[in-house]
């Protein structure tokens, strides 16, 4: 079983939810979970997703109606690996990657997730 649910950014307000099955694949039920949230009534929509929804369609799609999202990625996807060999040391070593507010140590890198990535991606 899957969720989809939507809360107000505001105050926290769960605003709608929708259960379907598991064995969906979830890159084809993106834009019916955007479609829903607008039929919903839903404006200025962000999105967080799991890793299922990973795809370079997916992102351009975002990108494209201007949606803010946090996409997770699969950790042993190459740009992933390469990313933490590249900071490891850094992170290591982490002094200046101290994020008080948050009490946890941390970078924020930039990389093209994709060659025909049009802009950067964090």
């Known amino acids: 079983m899957n969720v989809s649910i939507g ?7 769960p605003m709608f939810y929708e259960l379907y099955p ?10 019916k979970m955007v479609e829903r949230a607008e039929h ?4 200025g929509i962000g ?3 799991d890793r299922g929804y990973f795809s370079l369609s997916n992102i351009r799609f975002f990108e ?4 803010a999202y946090i996409l997770m990625t699969k950790g042993n996807a190459r740009f992933i690996q390469e990313a933490v060999e590249e900071c490891s ?6 002094y200046n990657c101290f994020l008080e507010e948050h009490e946890l140590y ?17």
Not at 8 to 13: A, I, K, P, R, S
Request: charged letters at 25%; a neutral charge.
């Open 7 to 13: 809360y107000d950014q505001n105050d926290g307000t």
């Open 22 to 31: 598991g064995s969906i694949i979830d890159n084809t039920e993106c834009r």
């Open 40 to 43: 919903y009534g839903c404006k």
């Open 47 to 49: 999105f967080v997703l």
């Open 64 to 67: 494209e109606h201007n949606y």
């Open 89 to 94: 040391a850094v992170l290591r070593n982490g």
């Open 106 to 122: 941390g970078m924020t890198i930039e990389k093209k997730l994709f060659s025909s990535s049009k802009k950067e991606l964090i």
